[in-house]
């Protein structure tokens, strides 16, 4: 696909230095308890409280990741927070601790980066979370991309996707399908139908403390909902050794909310639809924590069955070239 | 500046999955000791044995960064590794742990990505650091980026730029001016002229551990030459409220080493040459550790000179377009 730029008035990186591009940003990071030395030495310093690190990463490349006719730069600055953060919380952690590189065609408005600054800063900051350290390198005409390093601690055990157990329950928290719902209605220029559904695309506020209140509650297995439930749902079965059987009687409050947004693609935006970050997990019977509610149950064999039917989950392959076209799609579900 | 792929042979990223590319990869990225968890769920858990930790991120974009013509796939991993290892070896800490994430087009040779893989793996299990984590995306044609993120344990307090004392001794350790001198070589195509600053260029290898020794030698102020020996000196005289005072007549064995590679040029590089990440600190009065070598001295006032004339750094910008041409330089010095 072609570049997805909207023009935007205004001076380019090119047309600044990068010390002055960071006197614009630096202001609107956040700082944060777990710092112990911020940005503007060879490193920085976070508190690990318990001794030891939760990291990961995750980077959003334009036209791969978001278009600019879809998102703006505070929503792709606020959808990076979300997703590392999510991933974190889905261990049973709370971020402390972010690292942002930006690697922008000179040509790229300042504007833009200092919008997708700000969006990051105060994502960031509503989640209580520091940005302590970053990079920023000049590339190729058209290409912008940002990558995202998200640090965190978790007071219990991590919550891996391996501990499902036959008998768990499995729960949800939070939305199902809104992302993959959003994103249908901008492919079908109507995203007045499904506000809601657009602005989870856009920018997902996941509901990170319900991480470690399940760690916390005995989750057996977790993980945030990147690529589509049936797809993450498939990953606790492998790494796990189970199945997992999902039951459509207990996802169609999830699907009845969607199909007036998106009609019969309701269900499948529930099923496969990914970026939607709430989190998945399992428990031992009894009752769920606050703010989660069941979906399935974890049985003996391999895979993903609703209503007893195997399911493949579809989703997106980052290099793969699909069998139809020779384009890439435009945007994939992680 | 166009793109600069020498072509290759074989497959390329859009001919396999992403879970194959990871297959070729996983396997050359080495564990370690601090590894609680490694890469395979939502996050990695690396121990943090002092109860903080050390995080900084460097990115390196092809054509800005390296040159096919220039660097292989390998001496593009090993450098990443070099440059963050360097960063955390500044601060007086060891590097524990690396995320990596690799943003490619998607006619990238699957050969290329796993040489770097590979390259990078070696130069962490030599430096006993292990990759815990990453991320794939692809990316507009032309584009290739490796964005990395170290994290570190120090057993003492982090040794800042800001702690120089009028007074001190300024010190290097290891070399000055060999990685510029590559460059140049490369440029004049010359390399057999200088194999060992060629190499150096390609991938440098910092004496890590002589940023801890200093550390615990009672080290003030100390960073890695990463942008030039003035400039980088500049930054602890600005951050501690100093000059710094280079001595020529110390600094006379480093320009004599590289006379013969590239004759005149030989002054610039010890003084502004970059990527060379050799430590650079402040000691108080005394014996210096073994491997540090006085240079100059930290006196009152602003800048830095070098035999009592004020010198500029040189040095580069990442987005900042040079004056006499609309295209940016074809590499720089960071």
């Known amino acids: 696909m072609t570049s997805s730029r909207t023009p ?8 600044i230095s990068e010390e002055r591009l960071l006197r614009e940003i630096l202001p609107v990071l956040p700082s944060g308890p777990a710092v112990l030395l911020g940005p503007g030495d060879d490193t920085a310093l976070v508190r690990a409280r318990t001794g030891a690190v939760l990291a990961t990463t995750d980077a959003m490349v334009r036209g791969r990741d978001w278009l600019d006719e879809w998102s703006t730069a505070e929503d792709v600055g606020r959808k990076l927070v979300a997703q590392n953060a999510a991933d974190i919380a889905a261990m049973g952690g709370h971020t402390t601790a972010l690292l942002v590189t930006l690697v922008a065609d000179p040509q790229t408005p300042v504007a833009w980066a200092r919008d997708m600054a700000r969006g990051l800063g105060a994502a960031a900051a509503e989640a209580g979370v520091a940005v302590v350290g970053g990079d920023l390198s000049s590339a190729p005409a058209g290409t912008l991309m940002v990558s995202v390093t998200a640090l965190g601690d978790a ?3 991590p919550v891996l996707r391996s501990g499902a157990r036959v008998g768990d ?3 949800v928290s939070g939305t199902l399908g809104w992302s993959a719902a959003g994103l249908l209605l901008l492919q079908r220029d109507s995203a007045e139908s499904g506000p809601d559904q657009v602005t989870w695309h856009r920018r997902p506020r996941p509901a990170y403390d319900q991480g470690p209140a399940a760690a916390a509650h005995g989750a057996t ?10 797809r993450d749902a498939g990953r606790i079965a492998s790494a796990s050794g189970v199945a997992v059987e999902l039951q459509g009687s207990l996802l169609r409050d999830d699907v009845d909310a969607l199909t007036p947004v998106v009609g019969d693609d309701a269900r499948a935006c529930v099923l496969t639809g990914g970026e939607e970050h709430s989190l998945l997990a399992c428990f031992p019977e009894g009752e769920l924590p606050a703010g989660w509610r069941r979906i399935g149950d974890v049985r003996t064999g391999v895979g993903v069955r ?11 392959d980052h290099f793969e070239r699909p069998a139809e076209s020779e384009e890439p799609p435009p945007l994939h579900q992680e």
Chains 1, 2 share one sequence.
Request: glycine share 18%; no cysteine; hydrophobic share 45%.
């Open 8 to 15: 935007q008035p205004g001076p380019r990186l090119s047309d």
């Open 155 to 157: 007071d219990t055990a």
């Open 169 to 171: 329950q499995v729960a």
């Open 221 to 230: 297995a977790m993980l945030d909902i990147s690529d589509g439930l049936v």
């Open 306 to 316: 609703v209503d007893g039917a195997a399911v493949a989950g579809g989703g997106w």
